[in-house]
């Protein structure tokens, strides 16, 4: 993640030696290095001085170790901490970094790699309006960004954008078997499937229609796509989405817990 957002900022022009790349290990950075002519170095501290947003990129597992390395830096700078670690709340960090620090809390998803990912950001009260200019602009290096009201909204976040990408393969997953079984082969199956939901999403981002309209628009009276809708509703696809999404925004709450 922390490669891609550095592509994706000296791309949309950001210089390159404004940034500095922190990470133990020296063939981590070689990669980071790799990317953009940023500059590098293994320690935390020492990458964090005098930084004005200090990008936690780290496993949630690593973030306690993390944030504990910059406190120091961070603590007399008066930089604004952002995290893209899932289930790392905002008051576990704020226990290392202090009461007073700025920190924001992010929840990108995989397309982010690609360029294409959609982050949900929270700040705290501490958390300037410039720092959060600071944060969106990070993070639209990387795809399209929203502000949410509440940290509590991230969990719901997480359940839709963050675990979204699996649903979409799976639906895409159940097309191409589905394909199969009406009589085409795999290859065929699988191309038509993947360029059909960049096609609709395409549409869906290009045309300032509500996604019910853009449905209506595909689906003639008497149709064959008036059959299959009907059927997904009478199987309540709606329902089977909702039911989903809530074990996925619960495990999120729950994961926040097991990580204290
Ligand atoms: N990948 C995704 O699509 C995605 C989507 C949503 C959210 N996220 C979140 O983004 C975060 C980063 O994910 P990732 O996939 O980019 O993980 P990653 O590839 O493991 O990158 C984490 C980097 O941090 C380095 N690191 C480990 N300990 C460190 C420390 N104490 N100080 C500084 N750097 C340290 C790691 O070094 P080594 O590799 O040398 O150990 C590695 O280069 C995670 O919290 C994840 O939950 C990722």
């Not at 957002?5 to 790799?34: M, Q």
């Not at 293994?42 to 949630?60: F, M, Q, S, T, Y």
């Not at 700040?123 to 509440?150: C, D, F, M």
């Amino acid at each position: 993640m922390a490669g891609s957002i550095i592509g994706g900022l000296v791309k949309s022009g950001h210089p390159a030696d404004f940034i500095t790349a922190a990470d133990p290990y020296p063939a981590s950075l070689e990669k980071l290095a790799a990317i953009a002519p940023v500059r590098i170095c293994e320690r935390n501290a020492e990458a964090a001085a005098g930084a004005d947003i200090v990008v936690l990129a780290v496993k949630p597992q690593v973030m306690a170790e993390a944030t504990a390395s910059i406190a120091t830096a961070v603590q007399a700078s008066g930089a604004v901490a952002l995290s893209i670690a899932a289930g790392v709340t905002i008051s576990s960090m704020q226990a290392r970094l202090g009461e007073q620090a700025a920190i924001v809390r992010c929840m990108p998803n995989t397309p982010a790699l690609l360029g294409c990912g959609a982050s949900a950001l929270y700040a705290n009260k501490q958390a300037t309006r410039q720092q959060r200019a600071y944060s969106e602009a990070i993070l639209e290096a990387v795809g399209v960004v929203s502000w949410v009201p509440s940290e509590q909204a991230l969990d719901a976040i997480t359940a839709l954008s963050g675990s979204g990408p699996a649903y979409f393969f799976l639906f895409m997953e159940a097309m191409v078997e589905a394909g199969i079984k009406l009589g085409l082969d795999r290859e065929t199956a699988s191309l038509m499937t993947i360029q059909t939901a960049l096609g609709a999403s395409r549409m869906a981002q290009e045309n300032n229609l509500e996604l019910a309209e853009l449905r209506r628009r595909v689906t003639s009276p008497g149709g064959t796509t008036e059959r299959a809708v009907a059927s997904f509703q009478q199987n309540e696809l709606n329902a089977i989405v909702l039911q989903a999404m809530q074990a996925a925004a619960d495990r999120a709450v729950e994961m926040a817990r097991e990580m204290g």
